[in-house]
């Protein structure tokens, strides 16, 4: 009979302890407010925009000419900070996901439903599965990833001639 007492003490006890955690939790992330979707018309959040590489316009009271170079926590602080103020809010930290978010947000209401996120899955598979069999097999997966590789190098190459035409000297300056 004591065993049955102590059980039962000790189980009321582990679940008003599991129930106060729970609800810390949920008071914790209670603090965090939503973003205001008020703020645009169309419901769709809009966040700052800003050059993801980091390489914006410099903090403010920075007086150096040129940057010295970053160290990779520094780039990686100014990835998110997109206003340069040299701190970094929800939203901003938010913002570097949103582009990938609304692609897969597709009647634009900023709630991601499970059959939103599956016609994406369902989409991928249908890209790896190139004979549409319904089955993939190593050699179809290894074709994707193998084009996907090649894409990737290809636009790195349009990108780097891209950039290589910028800068290159022009034929006026000759130094005639």
């Known amino acids: 009979m004591n065993r049955i007492a102590l059980g039962a003490v000790s189980a009321l006890l582990l679940a008003s302890a599991g129930f106060f955690w729970w609800q810390g939790r949920a008071e914790v992330e209670r603090g965090a407010p939503p ?13 700052p925009q800003a050059d993801p590489t980091g390489s914006g316009p ?8 040129h940057a010295p170079r970053q160290t990779t926590e520094e780039r990686r602080f100014n990835r998110f900070d997109r206003n340069r103020d040299g ?11 949103v582009k990938a978010f609304q692609k897969l947000d597709t009647n634009h209401d900023n709630l991601l439903t499970f059959e939103e996120w599956a016609v994406r899955t369902s989409n991928r598979f249908k890209a790896v599965d190139r004979d549409g069999d319904g089955i993939v097999s190593r050699e179809e997966l290894a074709a994707f ?10 636009r790195a190459k349009a990108k ?6 910028s800068t290159a000297p022009s034929s006026d300056d000759d130094g005639d």
């Open 160 to 165: 780097a001639a891209l950039c290589s035409c």
């Open 87 to 97: 701190r970094i809010t929800r939203t901003e930290m938010l913002s570097t996901r």
């Open 58 to 65: 410099s903090l403010p009271g920075d007086k150096t000419k």
């Open 145 to 154: 990833y193998v084009a996907q590789e090649a894409a990737k190098a290809q």
């Open 35 to 47: 973003p205001d979707l008020s703020a645009s018309g169309d419901g769709v959040l809009e966040l």
